[in-house]
């Protein structure tokens, strides 16, 4: 086990450098320049103090940043993508360095988030505060609808849960959040979201989040309950349910026996990835509740070509999800301990490419010889021919 959780680490660590290389080339190649919209809003600002023009603004600022080589006074050609890349890898590796906000007049709050630790974490804060609760919701109440409709499967309870969930599916959030938010207004509820230190009381505070979490728990309820809805219906259909309802077991045992103990187990490789997509991807939530957290974050870095608040973000979420599915590898087997971790082939795929070659080459030879043979048949038979009768014996030897 030991040694299949160490490669699974070497192949995350492996996948972790191309996903970052790849956002970082895509970003710097493809992005916008927030070099150009700096430097123009330098140039406008000291046109009259400074002589310099637009281009010499921003080459010096391309200096600074590390975009361009040279110097601040003399700076020479751009840094090509891939070695800013690397140069960007070896300040983290080196100095724990992230860098920060190229334009820092795009900072949504430039007292509180100074570095960007806090641009990033601080509003982390109100991402989990929804992503959590209505993460919890979902995989309870989905699960649970998902168990019914399976133990009433065609029959109106079936019917109905199937009916709530794919209205739920085909209703996008951008269209529950205003009906929401009206509901709220009606109730009296805040329509956005407090920060912290607001002074609101616990319970208005409480009563402001319940909406987003309940939109983000109706959305991603359906995950579960299809999924549990689809094991339940396996499971109650297979071989050793039936053998164990002729042995006269109650419905209740069968539940807590087999299916909640077989149907858990796909469960939970569905558990960490949801929970992050919830957390990362909540961005249309916190623009109609106007929620200070991490998507708004990502969602205004990615116009302004923050390509090190882009990475930062990126890196971050990456790193969760490959941590979870080593979790959820691991996990399999502690929840189950029939699986077990697949040995390695032992077949020797040099050895087989190398008998390809020779055999290959074997069919090769053999087909020169057939047709060297073939036109030597064809010499003879001429040479035959042209001989006289009394020259060729009855065995066709001459």
Avoid at 83 to 99: A, S
Avoid at 302 to 314: A, L, N, Q, Y
């Amino acid at each position: 086990m030991l040694k299949y959780v160490m490669q699974r680490i070497a192949f995350a660590i492996l996948a972790f450098f191309v996903i970052s290389i790849l956002c970082f080339l895509l970003v710097s190649a493809f992005g916008p320049d927030p070099i150009k919209k700096l430097a123009s809003q330098e140039f406008q600002s000291s046109q009259q103090s400074s002589h310099q023009t637009l281009a010499q603004i921003q080459a010096r600022l391309e200096v600074q940043y590390g975009f361009r080589w040279g110097t601040e006074d003399n700076p020479g050609p751009l840094i090509p993508h891939l070695i800013r890349y690397f140069r960007y890898i070896g300040n983290i590796l080196t100095k724990g360095d992230f860098n920060f906000l190229i334009n820092n007049n795009s900072n949504p709050n430039k007292f509180e988030y100074t570095d960007i630790w806090k641009l990033f974490f601080n509003p982390l804060r109100y991402s989990v505060l929804v992503s959590a609760p209505a993460f919890i919701m979902s995989a309870v109440f989905g699960t649970t609808l998902g168990v019914v409709a399976g133990y009433k499967r065609g029959k109106w309870a079936d019917s109905t849960i199937n009916v709530f969930v794919l209205f739920f599916i085909a209703l996008p959030s951008f269209i529950i959040a205003p009906i929401a938010i009206s509901i709220s207004v009606k109730l009296k509820i805040l329509s956005t979201i407090p920060p912290f230190g607001s002074g609101q009381s616990f319970g208005r505070v409480f009563a402001a989040y319940l909406p987003p979490i309940i939109v983000v728990t109706l959305g991603s309820l359906a995950v579960y309950t299809t999924y549990a809805r689809n094991q339940v219906i396996t499971v109650l259909t297979s071989n050793y349910v039936l053998i164990a309802k002729t042995k006269g077991l109650s419905q209740k045992q069968i539940f807590f026996k087999y299916v909640l103990r077989n149907i858990s187990i796909p469960l939970f490789a569905i558990v960490f990835p949801s929970f992050l997509f919830l957390l990362s991807g909540s961005i249309i939530i916190e623009k109609y509740w106007d929620i200070p957290g991490t998507s708004q974050t990502i969602a205004f870095a990615f116009p302004e070509g923050e390509i090190f608040i882009v990475m930062f973000s990126t890196q971050f979420f990456s790193l969760l999800s490959l941590f979870s599915e080593l979790v959820v590898d691991v996990m399999y087997v502690i929840l189950d301990p029939r699986i077990t971790y697949g040995t390695k082939s032992k077949k020797n795929f040099s050895i087989i490419f190398k008998t390809y070659l020779q055999r290959k080459k074997v069919i090769k030879d053999l087909r020169q010889s057939l047709l060297e043979q073939y036109k030597q048949n064809l010499l003879n038979k001429d040479y035959k021919q042209q001989l006289p009768e009394d020259q060729v014996s009855i065995g066709g030897e001459v």
